[in-house]
């Protein structure tokens, strides 16, 4: 199976980098991207924003397709959870399954967050910026190990609305790998977020799993992460 792999904010290709290593020892042909903008200054990133990702994105999905002649799994990680949405209602006859890690899928008009914007670029906060229970699993050597490999990102990225018309995606079935969440927990969490519930609702066919991890599990369980991605993209 052919598997694009999309990195969240301030991450490119190489933080998938053990993931990727299990995934092709399971057989499978893996494309981890890097997006555009990514670690580039202001005067060359900032008319660059999620619809440009998304574009590049599914180039990246048309691209496999047209050498390998099938459908994709397309992963994504955190706000690459929004891209691979984007992707699935962009090519929804091209995607065989999408994967979320440790995100949901957004309805149409929602941004992924809010960041501090520094000389024009969202910069890398820092772990000490998150919640405890995204971070806790992240050992003092796994975050000086990875924090150097972060990069900025474009200040529109993160903030733009991501749109969603076809309505195809709902038809693409969808595999939700969550850090701490098991579907009762995330259902309850999503009755509280409005639209949000309504486009999980909306999808014809979706799993949620438990990784048992905080928000990074490429780095803090990459063969478990692997692992589950491979059973995703098993399933028919």
Do not use: C, K
């Amino acid at each position: 199976m052919d598997i694009i792999l999309i990195p969240g904010l301030w991450l490119d290709a190489s933080s998938w980098s053990d993931v990727s290593s299990d995934l092709e020892r399971a057989g499978h042909r893996v494309h981890p991207l890097t997006m555009p903008g990514v670690g580039e200054p202001a005067e060359r990133s900032s008319g660059i924003g999620i619809s440009d990702w998304v574009e590049a994105a599914v180039a990246a999905v048309d691209a496999v397709v047209d050498t390998a002649g099938g459908p994709v799994v397309v992963v994504g990680h955190s706000g690459g959870g929004n891209v691979a949405w984007g992707v699935a209602d962009a090519r929804p006859d091209a995607v065989s399954r999408v994967v979320f890690v440790d995100t949901v899928p957004p309805p149409s008009g929602m941004g992924i967050s809010e960041f501090d914007v520094v000389d024009g670029v969202i910069p890398f906060p820092g772990w000490s910026h998150f919640p405890a229970e995204d971070v806790d699993d992240l050992d003092e050597a796994t975050r000086a190990r990875t924090e150097p490999l972060t990069a900025s990102v474009p200040a529109r990225v993160p903030t733009d609305p991501i749109d969603l018309p076809s309505g195809g995606r709902h038809r693409v079935p969808v595999t939700m790998l969550m850090g701490g969440f098991d579907q009762q927990t995330l259902e309850s969490e999503l009755a509280e977020w409005g639209p949000y519930a309504d486009e999980f609702r909306a999808i014809d066919d979706v799993e949620v799993v438990r990784i048992g991890s905080g928000h990074w599990p490429q780095f803090s369980v990459p063969g478990r992460l692997a692992t589950l991605i491979d059973a995703a993209a098993a399933r028919r």
